[in-house]
Structures are given as C-alpha cells and as structure tokens.
C-alpha cells in the first residue's frame, strides 16, 4: 500500500479484555516495529520484526503483550488482559533494510483501556 | 543507558526562526532522525545526519556534532502549520529500531 495502515484507528476495552491490534507495512518493507507513545510523550519502543523473525522484544512491558508476524508481512500486536496503564497509543512503522534507511509512520491505534 | 534530552515546550512568533537542541548520550550511533508529529497523527519524517555538518532541507536545517552528542533542527520563516511535537530519535547501529526523546512542543503565535 501507499502508507503503514493499522486498524483498529480506535479502540475502547473493558479493562481484562484481550484486544488484538494491526498493521499492514508498506509493501516491500522488510523491517516493522512497535511504539508504544502516551500522551504528551515520545514513542517508546516495543518490538521490532526483520520479515517474520522477531529480532528484539525488549521493549514489550509484560508476557501480556504479545506480536507476531508471521507471513514477514501483516503483524499483529495483541494485549492479554488489558490494564488501564495500557492506554496509549500504539504505532507500526516499517522501512527498508539499512541503517540510513527512514522508518515510516502508520497513524496509530488509540487503546483506551476503561 | 540511552538517554535523549530536547526542551519539553517552545513558543516561536510567525515568520521567526526557531532553533530545537537535542543532546543524546546512547550505546552505540549509527543516525539522528529528526520527526514532526502534529497532534493525533502519525510522526512523519523531517532529516537525518549520520554525518557531522549541517543538512539543509527547504525551510528545515539540521545539525549534528557526533562529538558533543548534539543535534539541532532549526526552522526558517516559521508558519502557524509548523505548530506541532518535534521528535529527536537516536538509531544506535545497523538496522536497529529508533530510540526517542520524549519531544518538543512547538507552539507558534502571530
């Protein structure tokens, strides 16, 4: 596609529900990562995806938090029984493979977690 | 540690230049990318230094002093559209994900 689409745009869960978040890279883009940015913050990093192989999961806050990528495309961030510190809004990006490579941005998912 | 500093808020006047400092202390550089994020949309990319000097880009200059850790992006001829977050991002090495500073809001005023 032209851009990183990610869907849910928005998101309301009843906190102890599992919601599952999504993002299409733009085509081609071998590398995908995870932000997560609260307001007013910058976006701190979840995990990051090199085609399928999760290469650093270092940033996911707890075994709630769970990605995968299975087909080095589509990825797909899921929260386990959701929190209300997990209210934030979470962002995909993608980018070719290379250090001076520009890491694209999708609009996001906005989780508000009641 | 990774730590990255840029001021919390700014206010610039219409038509002024304003200059947005960023100090980064990381494992490892391999780029500083600078990013606009107006408020419920997505970051989009300004620049990127790897190299020390300045980067000119229409409107939009940045610096970077890999000795001293530091980066700058300056804005020319200030419009109220540039009111918005500017993220200041480290990538440590190779094709390593981006490491944030926490941005500053830039509020500009006729």
């Known amino acids: 596609g032209a851009g990183v689409s990610q869907s849910p745009r928005y998101k309301v869960a009843k906190r102890g529900q599992d919601v599952a978040l999504r993002c299409d890279p733009i085509?081609?883009?071998?590398?995908l990562f995870w932000y997560q940015q609260a307001l007013g913050q910058g976006p701190e990093f979840l995990t990051y995806?090199?085609?399928?192989?999760?290469?650093?999961k270092s940033g996911l806050p707890s075994d709630r938090f769970f990605a995968e990528r299975p087909e080095g495309s589509v990825s797909t961030l899921k929260i386990q029984r959701t929190q209300q510190e997990d209210s934030a809004v979470y962002l995909c990006a993608s980018s070719l493979v290379g250090s001076g490579n520009t890491i694209y941005f999708g609009e996001g998912s906005w989780l508000t977690v009641v | 540690g990774q730590n990255i500093d840029q001021p919390t808020e700014m206010t610039a006047t219409e038509g002024a230049i304003v200059q947005i400092n960023c100090t980064y202390q990381t494992s490892g550089f391999n780029g500083l990318f600078w990013y606009q994020q107006h408020a419920g949309e997505a970051p989009t990319f300004l620049s990127y230094n790897v190299l020390d000097g300045l980067e000119e880009k229409g409107r939009f200059s940045s610096f970077l002093s890999r000795s001293k850790g530091y980066s700058y992006l300056l804005l020319k001829e200030l419009q109220m559209k540039d009111s918005a977050s500017y993220l200041c991002?480290?990538?440590?090495?190779?094709?390593?994900?981006?490491?944030f500073g926490k941005g500053t809001r830039l509020s500009v005023i006729a």
């Open positions: 995806f090199q085609n399928e192989a999760q290469l650093d």
């Open positions: 085509s081609g883009h071998v590398s």
């Open positions: 991002a480290v990538r440590n090495g190779g094709n390593t994900p981006l490491v």
